[in-house]
T-cell receptor, first 110, second 111 residues
Framework: EDQVTQSPEALRLQEGESSSLNCSYT??????LFWYRQDPGKGPEFLFTLYSAGEEKEKERLKATLTKKESFLHITAPKPEDSATYLC???????????FGKGTTLSVSS | EAGVTQFPSHSVIEKGQTVTLRCDPI?????LYWYRRVMGKEIKFLLH????????ESGMPNNRFLAERTGGTYSTLKVQPAELEDSGVYFC??????????FGQGTRLTV
């Protein structure tokens, strides 16, 4: 069964304190791994798509990487505005739906 | 460019009543998805339209849920009759490319 597990559930950082979020997945034939950001009361906002092991994508202070079993979202020198819930998802086998993890809630204090 | 629009943003109904949620996707996006997040759990897939056709409705909980997409444009999700366990946030998303879906702000349904 396709599954996505994210850790930690919650993460508190000081401004400037770099860290990584983990997303481990089980899927038959990865068709794509997706990272989203969600702010309270809003829908998920697309960040990155990764398709193959070794691939990396960057956007501002965020960098996503992918291995055969997991993905990391690295946050470099975070700012308070990076506080949000970060969601990881993979496409199902049929390619018709995203399977989400529960997310990691990041809080960055100044 | 307008994003995915959902309304209402909130709906509070009594058990046994009917509620209809609406989603307007990004113009030109053939793929439209419905997802739901129940409190404390992950976002879960409900169904997927390609234009006006249902591509995958394997996530629909039961026959109290009915989704339609008129002319391949906007979509509605009707819950009739609503039960307590239907409470949650219902998200609509649309995409041109598989997976790179753009989400609406969601409709919070309280039964």
């Amino acid at each position: 069964e396709d599954q996505v597990t994210q850790s930690p559930e919650a993460l508190r950082l000081q401004e400037g304190e770099s860290s990584s979020l983990n997303c481990s997945y089980t899927v038959s034939g990865l068709r794509g791994l997706f990272w989203y950001r969600q702010d309270p009361g809003k829908g998920p906002e697309f960040l990155f798509t990764l398709y193959s092991a070794g691939e990396e994508k960057e956007k501002e202070r965020l960098k996503a990487t992918l291995t055969k079993k997991e993905s990391f979202l690295h946050i470099t020198a975070p700012k308070p505005e990076d506080s949000a819930t970060y969601l990881c998802a993979v496409q199902n086998q049929a390619g018709t739906a995203l399977i989400f993890g529960k997310g990691t809630t990041l809080s960055v204090s100044s | 460019e307008a994003g995915v629009t959902q309304f209402p943003s909130h709906s509070v109904i009594e058990k046994g009543q009917t509620v209809t949620l609406r989603c307007d996707p990004i113009s030109g996006h053939d793929n439209l998805y419905w997802y739901r997040r129940v409190m404390g759990k992950e976002i879960k897939f409900l169904l997927h339209f390609v234009k006006e056709s249902k591509q995958d409705e394997s996530g629909m909980p039961n026959n109290r849920f009915l989704a339609e997409r008129t002319g391949g444009t906007y979509s509605t999700l009707k819950v009739q009759p609503a039960e307590l366990e239907d409470s949650g946030v219902y998200f609509c998303a649309s995409s041109q490319v598989w997976g790179e879906a753009f989400f609406g702000q969601g409709t919070r349904l309280t039964v």
